[in-house]
């Protein structure tokens, strides 16, 4: 099964705001954009990822991004995180009307190709599947399969709501790079300990944080 992933990214200057503990205001734009690009790149080397939409509006992020293959959807909706996931997924349906759909988090600087196909072949047996984050309570990766809509409930306790709308939850091990996303501190070290992208490694290097 070929997948097409739809990633979501907000604007720069807003995002990553639970880092301010640990990067200045002048640094968490850099290091979001250092996230995405790295997630972008182990997802396109993912071998049955067929291709990645970023939904953003942030100019920055949209040449950089294409420049390493994505599909840049601007976000229309503006109307927060699901409805721009839900316009990305109907902008890629327009073109691969048979693909099955992934909504992954741009902020999985860790995240191993090899690991995010074993996530992928597993959702691959469901309609509908999801993966929860390294805490066990939110969720980075939401799949749909063809013919069925991707339905996404992110926020607050997302994998109670995916679980509850009918998603399967998938539960496997040494996926960890898809699960650590990124949201504190204590996550970029955690991220940092599996080994992220060269990207975010060079921004973390800034904030005095050596990769493990």
Do not use: Y
């Not at 976000?75 to 902008?91: F, M, T």
């Not at 090899?114 to 309609?127: D, G, K, N, S, T």
């Amino acid at each position: 099964m070929q997948w097409s992933l739809v990633i979501p990214l907000k604007p720069l200057a807003l995002a990553k705001s639970r880092l301010a503990d640990t990067a200045g205001d002048g640094l968490r734009p850099g290091l979001a954009l250092a996230f995405a690009e790295d997630t972008v790149a182990a997802a396109l080397a993912s071998p049955d990822v067929r291709d990645v939409a970023v939904v953003t509006d942030d100019a920055l992020a949209s040449r950089i991004l294409a420049a390493l293959g994505a599909r840049i959807v601007p976000d229309e909706p503006r109307a927060g995180l699901n409805a721009a996931l839900a316009h990305g997924a109907a902008a890629v349906r327009a073109f691969h009307p048979d693909s099955a759909l992934a909504a992954l988090n741009a902020d999985l600087p860790a995240l191993r190709p090899a690991e995010l196909a074993r996530v992928l072949a597993a959702a691959a047996e469901f309609p509908r599947a999801f993966l929860p984050d390294a805490a066990a309570v939110g969720t980075t990766l939401l799949t749909a399969a063809p013919g069925h809509a991707l339905r996404p409930a992110f926020g607050a306790d997302s994998r109670a709501r995916h679980r509850a709308g009918g998603a399967e939850e998938l539960r496997l091990d040494a996926v960890d790079s898809v699960r650590q996303d990124v949201d504190t501190g204590e996550d970029l070290r955690a991220a940092l300990a599996l080994g992220v992208g060269s990207r975010t490694a060079a921004a973390a290097a800034r904030l005095l944080i050596p990769e493990q």
